[in-house]
């Protein structure tokens, strides 16, 4: 904690401030914009964050993504599209809000419960990560197989779509990862002859080709047009938002605390806490008409729920080094980049880039009342920024972006190849964050593995006899069979049914 | 496109057998331990195989009821069949060209050629494409000093470097 005062002003430098404030600029834009998620905005800036130094670059993640996420809520609000998915749960709402003229006090309502959410759950994951980390100082490589066996399970099963899909795209993820030098004996290992696939598959040509070619494909087949803006004027957006936010106080409370009891989950991101926030929101809620109708204590409750997730997912992978969704693979995969380790070592060896990245958060979540204002007035013109000619711009990007990381058109094509094997896979149901999760974590994967399996001499059993291995592997195993049993369960009491 | 799990299940489990026959043919270490390069990936080929198998056998209960393929609605229209082929020729064009031709020229071309089939604008499409190649250029050449290929605008490297 004595490294907060080092870390303030190392966030306060000019140069970094001013990474942070064009970041969150650029945040802001792509999430306004539908089509663009917030994943996005992070994979075009990864490229740029590779010349900074480490701090400079994971404020710049972090407030783009921030911001993104809270700039969905623009044009749910005035388009009724989400501008990301993590505002797709209160989209009606919202919009039904619009047209009772009520626009303004919804999009003041969404960035002051936004930046309100990300406070708390920022201050949660300052004070809460340093305990894991202490207690997480003490895992072995068999721990550590364990929670990442776990974590990717876990990302893999609650992904959208069935669990069978999701472990494929795992696999996959996985199987790419070992492309390149086997690390201990330094021979090359599927690189089929490519002298450029030595150095293995890079992260960024592939983050940017899943999450950005691919959506310049998906946007180049849509048949449907955006629809058109409500023409609402916008005045004084936080005019009236102190008394609804008093009304609504407990729905705000909810989000909180929901959206950060799921950031930290393995596969729960922005968007699953939005939705379970709300659906809490609808369950305890006094009126059920009026809710239905579209009120402001859903809208209240989901829009903290999905900030505050963003700032606790980082729990789990600033101390565990164990990613649970896509936004943070990539943080991890750039901390990786810069040659440091994220684990429990990191708060003894970087405490002063480490609490930086948290104090990001809360300057990021600052920066949304300001920021955020001027979006939603110039949302207009935001909005009206025609995607037929923001999409050949991203590409343009997309490829000095990709060329840059290692200055060879390899990268280029890896992300041409990754942009079709993405719009591949969200055209047949296979998400795409399992993959990313198993790209970024599958080398140290096999490293503890093999590790853990010389320590053990070949005896798998060894994994389960330290007593916090042995808890989670079991769990793990448990995750691993409970489909099977389902199925087992589901034929046994058919043919019970059959018999009788 | 929709690709029936009764094609993808044989694909994926057809991919773990290629997967595991390659990992058997990984060097194994002299000294040490036993684990080669190929012990971790013939796990992920084994996991392939199994979840290839029961993508097949849900895609055979549901065969029925699913196509083999289904295409999206964008290929029965033509402009937007040309979007698709527009966005993976352009990328194609400056992956084969860039080198010759340099970024500024194939970049340029490219980005003209998806924003004409986009917005069918000329004066805009040739305004924006030009803006974007200088501003990508600027950004990456300029000042991330990112060596971009010059190409056949090599002779004037010099005058087009524009560094504060």
């Given amino acids: 904690m004595e490294a907060i005062g080092p870390a303030f002003f190392a966030l306060m430098e000019p140069s970094v401030l001013l990474v942070v404030l064009l970041a969150s600029i650029f945040g802001l834009f792509v999430g306004a914009i539908p089509g663009l998620t917030a994943t996005m905005a992070v994979a075009l800036l990864v490229p740029v964050t590779f010349f900074m130094e480490p701090l400079a670059a994971i404020a710049a993640i972090v407030s783009a993504s921030a911001m993104a996420i809270f700039a969905g809520d623009i044009p749910s609000v005035l388009l009724r599209i989400p501008g990301t998915p993590a505002s797709a749960a209160y989209t009606e709402a919202a919009y039904k809000m619009t047209q009772r003229g009520k626009a303004e006090l919804v999009l003041g309502i969404c960035v002051v419960t936004s930046a309100l959410g990300g406070l708390v759950g920022a201050i949660f994951l300052m004070f809460f990560a340093p305990a894991v980390a202490r207690f997480a100082l003490n895992i072995s490589s068999y721990e550590y197989f364990w929670f990442t066996c776990l974590g990717l399970t876990c990302a893999a099963f609650i992904s959208p779509g069935r669990p069978l899909k999701g472990i494929i795209s795992l696999v996959l993820g996985l199987l790419i990862a070992t492309i390149g030098l086997f690390p201990v004996t330094g021979q090359p290992r599927f690189t089929f002859g490519v002298p450029a696939l030595l150095g293995g598959i890079g992260l960024v040509p592939t983050l940017i080709g899943i999450f950005a070619i691919a959506e310049i494909i998906r946007y180049a087949q849509s048949r449907e047009a955006l629809p058109t803006m409500m023409k609402t004027k916008i005045g004084n957006i936080f005019k009236g938002v102190g008394p609804e936010l008093w009304r609504y106080r407990k729905g705000v409370a909810q989000g909180i605390v929901v959206g950060t009891a799921t950031g930290p989950l393995p596969g729960a991101g922005a968007d699953i806490a939005a939705w379970i926030s709300y659906a809490l929101a609808r369950r305890f809620t006094k009126n059920k008409t009026e809710f239905d109708e579209g009120s402001l204590e859903g809208i209240a409750a989901a829009g903290a729920a999905n900030n505050a997730s963003v700032s606790s997912s980082y729990i789990p992978a600033t101390v565990l080094g164990i990613p649970g969704d896509s936004m943070t693979a990539i943080v991890i995969g750039v901390l990786f980049m810069k040659g440091l380790t994220p684990g429990p070592t990191i708060f003894t060896t970087q405490p002063v880039l480490i609490y930086g990245i948290f104090l990001s958060f809360i300057l990021a979540n600052l920066l949304m009342l300001p920021l955020g204002y001027g979006a939603i007035k110039l949302s207009r013109y935001i909005l009206d920024v025609p995607r037929s000619v923001l999409m050949p711009v991203i590409m343009v990007f997309c490829i000095v972006g990709a060329f840059a990381m290692d200055n060879s058109l390899t990268s280029v094509t890896i992300m041409l190849v990754f942009g079709i094997v993405g719009w591949f896979m969200e055209e047949n149901d296979f998400p795409v964050a399992p993959a990313l999760l198993g790209l970024v974590l599958g080398r140290l994967l096999e490293e503890t593995f093999l590790t853990s399996m010389i320590k053990a001499r070949g ?11 042995g808890t989670i592997g079991v769990l793990t195993v448990l995750v691993w069979v409970t489909p099977l049993i389902l199925y087992l369960w589901r034929q046994w009491s058919k043919r019970r049914v059959a018999m009788a | 496109m929709k690709v029936s ?43 392939l195989v199994v979840t290839g198998l029961i993508l097949t056998a849900t895609g055979w ?21 040309a979007n698709t082929a527009i966005v993976l020729g352009a990328l194609l064009f400056y992956i084969l060209t860039s080198g010759t031709l340099g970024f500024m020229i194939s970049a340029g071309i490219a980005v003209l050629a998806m924003l004409l089939q986009f917005t069918r604008k000329p004066l805009l499409s040739v305004l924006v494409a030009i803006a974007t190649v200088i501003a990508a250029k600027l950004a990456f050449q300029d000042v991330l000093l990112v060596p971009l290929p010059w190409g056949i605008l090599e002779p004037f490297a010099g005058v087009l470097t524009w560094r504060l």
């Fill in chain 1, 459 to 469: 005896n798998f059993l060894e994994f389960f006899t330290r007593p916090i291995a």
């Fill in chain 2, 5 to 47: 799990d009764l094609i993808m299940g044989p694909l994926i489990a057809a991919l773990g057998v290629t997967v595991l026959v390659a990992s058997s043919m990984q060097p194994k270490p002299v000294f040490g331990s036993a684990y080669g390069g190929g012990f971790f990936p013939s796990i992920l080929g084994v996991v």
């Fill in chain 2, 61 to 81: 209960r549901q065969r029925a009821a699913t196509p083999l393929l289904v295409m999206g609605n964008w290929v029965e229209s033509p402009r937007h069949v």
